[in-house]
C-alpha cells in the first residue's frame, strides 16, 4: 500500500503540486480576514484547505467548483475586511446593500473601491487561470490515493457538517443562506406597521404640551470634534456659535447608541435600545406618532429616499406622520450620476408650504442627508468654508458648514413664520464619522469612538426649567441617545419621566456586537480638541 501511494505521488507531482498551489492561495484571504475572529472559525478554514486537497485527488470538478466560489467569496469578505473590518458576519453588510437607495450603492461604489480591491479582483483572476490550466492541461493517475482523498474528505466533512452548526451556516459557504436570511430584516418594519395598527389613534387632548412648534432636527454622519461649537480650531458652525450667547442654547455632551442609521434612527425615537432593539422597534410608536395622537400636525421632511416605505425601520416611522416629502426618492442609476440633492431643498419645500394651520400645534422631524459619503455632494460651492478643498478632512468640514448654513435657514423660516409661537428645536445625529485620509465613514468593526460622538443641541425660545435640569445632569456624565424619544417628550411637557441613559453601552453594525463605549478607540489620524 506504501509502495503504491510512493509511485501515485512520484507520477503525479505537478497535478499535487499545482493543486497545492491553488488551494493554499485561494484559501490565504480567507485566512488573513479571519485572524481577528475566534479560533474555532480559523480551525475550521484549515479544515476547509485540508479537504481543498483531499478533493482534488478524486474529482476535478468539485475541486474546481468549491475553488471558484471560495474565490468569489474572498472578493467579498476581502472588500468587508480592508474597508470596515471582518466581523464573520455578512449577513448585516448584505442588509445595509439592501437597504441602500440607488444614488447611496453608487456613490458608495465609487467612493470605496480601490486599488485593494482591484488586487484583490486580479489576484483572483490569476488563480482561476492556474485552475483552468490545471483542468485542461495537468492530468493524474491516481488510484489508491483517489480512495484515500475521497475517505479523508468523507472523515472531515461529516464531522464537521453536524458540530454546532451545518457547513452551510459557516463562513465563507453560508454566504448565499445569510443573503436569503438578510431579507427577513425588512419584514421587521412591516410587522410594526401592522402593531401599530392594532393601537387606539383617538387624538389625547393634551394640555401639558409646552410648545406649539416642535422641530426634531435629524443630523447624518456627524462628527462632532468637527464642530466649532464642540472645540474645534475651524469655524465650522458659525451660526451656532452665534446662539450660544443665548441663555436658551444648550450644548449636550451625547453619544450615539449605534454606528448604522438603520439602527440608530429607531433607536433614537422609538422605544427601542441598545439590549433591546427589535421587539421594542416592532411594539412602539416613534415620538411622530406620539406627538400626532397628542393633538400635533406631524411632518416628516427628509433628503434621504425612502428605501421602500414598507422596507426601512426609519421609514415605517415616517409613515406614522401626518405628511411626508422626500427629496431624493424617484432617483435610478442612470440620472443620478450628477449629483444627488442637498439638505437645501428641504428649507425650499417648507418655504412653499402655505397651507399650514398655525392655530394647531405642529411637529416637524427633518431628516438631512448631511455629512453622508460622497462629501462633496452635500454642499455647494457658494456655502462653503473650503472653496478649493485640499483633502477629506476639507470636504467634510465643508459639509458641516453647509449644515449650519441649512440650520441658519431653518431657524429663521420658523421664528418669522410662527411669530409669537412657543418653539423648540432639538439637533442631533444618528451617528459619527471616521475623518481620515486614510480612512473615512462609519459602520467599522471594531467600531471607534469618532462613530458615536455625535452633537445634541437644543434651542428654545422660551424658558424650560425642565431643559435646564437636563442640562445640570448631563454635566455627570455623557447622555446615552438610545433614550433621545424620552428626553423630547420630557422637554415638551407630554411625559413627566426623563429616562435619561447614562449607559456606555453601543452597537457595531448589528445588534450582537454590543460593546463598552469608554473601552473604544479614536481612530489615530483623528483631531480632536485637546
Known amino acids: 500500500m506504501l509502495k503504491k501511494i510512493k509511485n501515485e505521488i512520484n507520477e503525479n507531482r505537478k497535478y499535487i503540486y499545482l493543486s497545492y498551489l491553488i488551494s493554499i492561495l485561494t484559501m490565504i484571504p480567507q485566512l488573513i480576514a479571519s485572524f481577528p475572529l475566534s479560533f474555532t472559525h ?7 484547505l485540508f479537504t481543498l486537497l483531499f478533493i482534488s485527488k478524486f474529482s476535478k470538478l468539485l475541486f474546481s467548483i468549491f475553488i471558484i466560489y471560495i474565490n468569489l467569496t474572498n472578493i467579498i469578505i476581502g472588500h468587508i475586511f480592508i474597508h470596515w473590518g471582518y466581523s464573520g458576519d455578512i449577513q448585516s453588510r448584505i442588509e445595509v446593500a439592501f437597504a441602500s437607495p440607488n444614488y447611496e450603492s453608487l456613490e458608495y461604489l465609487k467612493t470605496y473601491i480601490d486599488y485593494r480591491d482591484i488586487f484583490l479582483v486580479l ?12 483542468l485542461v492541461h495537468v492530468k493524474h493517475s491516481f488510484k489508491v490515493i483517489k480512495f484515500l482523498g475521497f475517505t479523508l474528505s468523507i472523515a472531515i466533512l461529516l464531522p464537521v457538517n453536524f458540530y454546532k452548526n451545518p457547513i452551510e451556516n459557516i463562513e465563507p459557504f453560508s454566504i448565499p443562506y445569510e443573503a436569503e436570511k438578510a431579507k427577513e430584516f425588512f419584514l421587521y418594519p412591516r410587522l410594526r406597521l401592522e402593531y401599530l395598527k392594532t393601537l ?35 469655524n465650522t458652525t458659525p451660526f451656532f456659535t452665534s446662539l450660544q450667547k443665548s441663555n436658551d442654547f444648550y450644548i449636550f455632551n451625547a453619544i450615539s447608541p449605534v454606528n448604522e442609521t438603520r439602527f440608530s434612527v429607531p433607536i433614537l425615537y422609538t422605544n427601542a435600545t441598545v439590549d433591546n432593539f427589535f421587539n421594542a422597534y416592532m411594539q412602539s410608536r416613534s415620538i411622530i406618532g406620539d406627538f400626532r395622537i ?7 421632511l427628509s433628503s434621504q429616499a425612502t428605501s421602500g416605505l414598507y422596507d426601512s425601520t426609519t421609514a415605517s416611522m415616517s409613515a406614522e406622520a401626518n405628511t411626508k416629502f422626500f427629496v431624493n426618492d424617484g432617483y435610478d442609476v442612470k440620472t ?43 454642499y455647494t460651492q457658494d456655502v462653503a468654508l473650503f ?8 470636504q467634510y468640514d465643508n459639509t458641516i458648514y453647509h449644515t449650519d448654513y441649512i440650520l441658519k435657514n431653518l431657524f429663521n423660516h420658523f421664528e418669522k413664520n410662527f411669530i409669537d409661537k412657543k418653539i423648540l428645536f432639538v439637533y442631533t445625529s444618528d451617528h459619527g464619522q471616521v ?35 437636563l442640562y445640570k445632569k448631563n454635566q455627570k456624565s455623557f447622555f446615552n441617545l438610545e433614550n433621545l424619544n424620552h428626553m423630547i417628550k420630557y422637554i415638551t411637557g407630554i411625559n413627566d419621566d426623563v429616562n435619561i441613559s447614562y449607559s456606555s453601552e453601543v452597537f457595531s453594525v448589528e445588534p450582537n456586537n454590543i460593546f463598552n463605549y469608554n473601552t473604544l478607540n479614536y481612530y489615530k489620524d483623528t483631531k480632536r480638541p485637546k
Not at 480551525?43 to 476547509?48: R, S
Not at 472653496?387 to 476639507?394: G, M, R, Y
Request: aromatic share 16%; proline share 3%; with cysteine.
Open 387 to 394: 472653496k478649493n478643498t485640499k483633502n477629506v478632512q476639507e
Open 435 to 469: 475623518v481620515s485620509e486614510e480612512k473615512y465613514g462609519h459602520g467599522f468593526f471594531p467600531a471607534f469612538k469618532d462613530e458615536y460622538d455625535v452633537p445634541f443641541v437644543i434651542y428654545s425660545n422660551i424658558k424650560n426649567n425642565r431643559i435646564n435640569k
Open 336 to 378: 443620478i450620476e450628477s449629483s444627488t440633492k442637498t439638505d437645501k431643498l428641504l428649507v425650499d419645500y417648507l418655504s412653499s408650504c402655505k397651507d399650514i394651520n398655525i392655530s394647531r400645534p405642529q411637529m416637524y422631524f427633518i431628516h438631512f442627508i448631511g455629512s453622508h459619503f460622497t462629501y462633496e455632494k452635500r
Open 42 to 48: 480559523l480551525a475550521f478554514l484549515f479544515l476547509v
Open 294 to 300: 397628542r393633538g400635533y400636525d406631524t411632518h416628516w
Open 200 to 234: 387606539p389613534n383617538d387624538s389625547i387632548d393634551d394640555k401639558n404640551k409646552i410648545y406649539d412648534i416642535v422641530v426634531v432636527i435629524q443630523g447624518e454622519a456627524v462628527n462632532k470634534h468637527h464642530m466649532s461649537i464642540y472645540g474645534y480650531d475651524k
Open 123 to 134: 489576484y483572483t483572476i490569476f488563480i482561476l487561470v492556474l485552475l483552468y490550466k490545471f
